[in-house]
């Protein structure tokens, strides 16, 4: 089993800044993207971030949000600045992966870490 573990939420005011942390761990062969999603209050959860291949952001987060990973250590990194109210959310990581050569990708998913910025 593959799991990640979200770190880095809190509660800071608008302008202010926040850094995410995933760290993956377990029978991990490979992870071929690593991302951010996010889901507030009665909304679709949603991409912020994937890093894999191209790295791609939601248009709302572009030029405020960056993705980084360090494979050695099998962490995604999320550096929020410039948070705004309507950044608000759950934020989980996830990742596809899989557990040996011959297994399929699967989908794993982290347990979440609420972001809330105060306007």
């Known amino acids: 089993q593959v799991q990640l573990v979200e770190s880095g939420g809190g509660l800071v005011q608008a302008g202010g800044s926040l850094r995410l942390s995933c760290a993956a761990s377990?029978?991990?062969?490979?992870?071929?993207?690593m991302s951010w999603y996010r889901q507030a209050p009665g909304k679709q959860r949603e991409l912020v971030a994937r890093s894999g291949g191209i790295t791609t952001y939601a248009d709302s987060v572009k030029g405020r949000f960056t993705i980084s990973r360090d494979n050695a250590k099998n962490t995604v990194y999320l550096q929020m600045n410039s948070l705004k109210p309507e950044d608000t959310a759950v934020y989980y990581c996830h990742t596809e992966a899989k557990k040996t050569m011959g297994s399929p990708w699967r989908d794993y998913w982290g347990q979440g870490t609420q972001v809330t910025i105060s306007s």
């Open positions: 377990g029978s991990i062969f490979s992870m071929i993207t």
